[in-house]
């Protein structure tokens, strides 16, 4: 089994014993729930953290406007609890505050444990919210850059990317079966995971609203979902056509340039000089043949769609 502490363990533990320590060097009643506040607030991202936190707020507001309400009119009894409750979550859940839901009802147990509400108790518990809240948020301002990640990333994609079409050069050009065919499943689960966190460092980032590493990737889905249908084509058409040598040296070269770069243009001129070639050529001269040809126009366009997204793709 394998122990690893990250850096948002480290926060949160870090965060839950300073809450506790400064609730408790005020002399606070209940400290300890301060801590706890700091640990349901610290998020995966800034942007979350705060909404969860804004979430706890107000709801541990209202709770204690609430339970003042209930507890003054009903008393310090468990069905005045039941009561309080069955008003107090709907309300939380019409006004969207369902985060908050936990630490208010920890904040309503504490006013129901101490059977009465003054100004002291509710100054008390409004610090805890503050001191947990606040420390939560403090913590979370430490965000690690996930660049090198998504370069990283982006070089495994285009690594695998440059295999798939070296791979359809030799079944094109040298009806080689050998490929297992693992790196489509690999670039389907790294264009997954980039954009999941290529989008988290947005929501990191309050004045930044993209992220150029999140373009780059819906970019390369968009030409998965091309190579994805280039499959079945290129796995049923006859080798034994010169076209299909041609089109195999074409994938070799397209191999060597995948890179962040935008050749896509010079690609593009090289395949309309290709698809003239093939409207030169003799007529089909049977049925075979006349499929052969059509799964190769199909090609060309997919490969033509291929360039043109790469084309459009601004670094």
């Known amino acids: 089994m394998k ?32 801590g706890i506040l700091t640990i349901l607030c610290i998020k995966i991202t ?15 507001i209202l709770g204690i406007g609430f339970a003042s309400a ?31 839901i936990i630490t208010s009802s920890v904040i309503i147990l504490h006013l129901y444990t101490l059977q009465k509400v003054t100004w002291e108790i509710v100054l008390n518990e409004f610090s805890i919210i ?6 939560g948020l403090i913590m979370n301002l430490y965000m690690p850059s996930v660049e090198k990640i998504l370069l990283n990333m982006q070089r495994e994609l285009e690594k695998r990317y440059k295999v798939i079409f070296h791979e359809f050069h030799l079944y094109l050009a040298h009806d080689k079966h050998e490929w ?30 993209e992220n150029q590493y999140y373009h780059y990737f819906k970019m390369r889905e968009k030409q998965f979902e091309i190579i994805q249908r280039m499959l079945p084509i290129i796995s049923s058409i006859d080798k034994t056509y010169v076209q299909c040598e041609k089109l195999g040296s074409f994938f ?5 340039a995948v890179h962040p770069g935008n050749t896509a243009v010079l690609f593009l001129d ?34 033509e769609d291929y360039l043109i997204i790469k084309s459009k793709f601004k670094k």
């Open 270 to 303: 090289d395949l309309e000089n290709m698809r003239q070639e093939f409207r030169e050529m003799h007529l089909p001269k049977d049925r075979d043949e006349f499929e052969t040809r059509s799964k190769l126009y199909q090609l060309l366009q997919d490969i």
């Open 252 to 256: 070799e070269r397209l191999s060597a």
């Open 130 to 135: 503050v001191i947990g809240i606040g420390m």
């Open 180 to 209: 297992d065919g693992k790196e489509i499943t690999e670039c389907a689960d790294l264009i997954s995971n980039a954009k999941s966190i290529a989008f988290r460092d947005i929501e990191n980032h309050f004045l930044r609203y």
């Open 70 to 100: 209930i507890f003054s009119l009903v008393g310090y009894h468990p069905y005045a609890l039941t009561i309080l409750l069955i008003l107090f979550i709907p309300t939380l859940v019409s006004l969207n505050l369902k985060e908050g």
């Open 46 to 60: 800034k942007k979350k953290s705060i909404i969860s936190s804004w979430e706890r707020f107000g709801a541990c």
């Open 3 to 34: 122990f690893t502490i990250g850096y948002r363990t480290l926060k949160t533990a870090i965060g839950a014993g300073l809450a506790i320590a400064l609730a408790e060097w005020l002399g606070l009643d209940f400290y300890t729930s301060a």
